[in-house]
């Protein structure tokens, strides 16, 4: 009995054998979304803590972010199955960073489309290696199976893909959040997938470019969504008041750390200053505010 006991335990506490299905939540019809946690990469991290999920149409499914471990894509793609046994047919990664592509991986068996931005199988060729070797360290034994799957279909400009009754509108940005951003737009239930182009509750982080990400909201202010769901934090109905937000901070990081340059201040000090009216506004501040400013300081020095 102690012996089958221990056996159980081993396999609930294995994440592959073990895939307990995501818990989602249906924001429009057919559009299930799974919220992860505001946790910070390198601390307290366990693969799920930005926002993933898939769109069903009439002949299949598209994946929208895998989730951050072939973990976490497995129990995503468990989730998908406890709502339709239709085919899983794409895979979109709205772009490089680990904690959206690193469940592609639990996909393959489906043959799915890959699709991404044109720049994103570069990016997971430039830093794949280490993307790997990090989350190897962040999750230990959890982070197994995880693997980089690049895209097999890619967006320069803008994609079209039919899931049967329900076209999904893919558009690829210039450099904003990073180098390979894209969004979805599902026409049928008028919802916007944002990926990092959007955040809402948790800081911004930036690792693009600051001047083609404002620009980016400015062009997300013209799509006609009646949601958006971020690539972290809560969905949203009035989409310009969550770009506000974002916005707001955004040129409050730049115009910040622009005095502090022209007022001879050092990286060091305007990391303390700059952006600061905006702490109270958003999760894990501190950490990611520090991080942009370390990004932005040195390139705006040289303006
Ligand atoms: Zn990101």
């Known amino acids: 009995m102690r012996k089958i006991l221990i056996v159980l335990l081993a396999l609930l506490a294995s994440p592959v054998l073990f895939a307990a299905p995501l818990s989602m939540t249906e924001v429009a019809p057919g559009v299930y979304v799974h919220h992860g946690a505001h946790e910070d990469l390198d601390e307290g991290y366990h693969g ?3 926002n993933i999920g898939f769109i069903v149409g009439a002949k299949g499914v598209a994946i929208i972010d895998s989730g951050g471990s072939f973990a976490v894509g497995q129990q995503l ?12 047919l794409y895979v979109i990664n709205t772009h490089v960073h680990p904690d959206h592509i690193f469940g592609n991986a639990a996909f393959l068996q489906d043959k799915p489309e890959f699709v991404g931005h044109a720049n994103l199988a570069g990016a997971m060729d430039a830093r794949g290696e280490i993307y790997l070797r990090n989350i190897t360290t962040w999750l230990g034994d959890a982070a197994k199976g995880s693997e980089i799957v ?9 994609l079209e893909i039919d899931l049967g009754n ?12 990073t180098n390979t951003d894209i969004t979805v737009l599902d026409r049928a239930s008028a919802t916007l997938w944002t990926g990092d ?3 809402v509750e948790r800081t911004p982080s930036l690792d693009g470019d600051i001047n083609g990400w404002l620009a980016a909201i400015e062009k997300l202010r013209g799509v006609p969504a009646l949601r958006a769901i971020p690539g972290h934090g809560a969905v949203v109905s009035d989409v310009s008041l969550a770009l506000n937000d974002e916005q707001r901070y955004l040129e409050t990081l730049l115009a910040d750390i622009r005095a502090a340059i022209k007022e001879g201040k050092s990286m060091e000090q305007t990391m303390d200053s700059a952006a600061a009216s905006e702490r109270d506004h958003w ?11 370390n990004l932005l300081y040195p390139k705006l020095e040289w303006e």
Do not use: Y
């Open 283 to 293: 999760a894990l501040f501190n950490a990611v505010n520090r991080r942009n400013i």
């Open 150 to 158: 690049k895209p097999t279909q890619s967006v320069a400009d803008t």
């Open 48 to 50: 799920d803590i930005c």
């Open 77 to 88: 793609r468990n989730a998908v199955r406890k709502v339709t046994k239709l085919p899983i």
């Open 166 to 177: 329900r076209v999904l509108l893919l558009t690829a940005f210039p450099v904003a959040h």
């Open 197 to 199: 182009l959007l955040f």
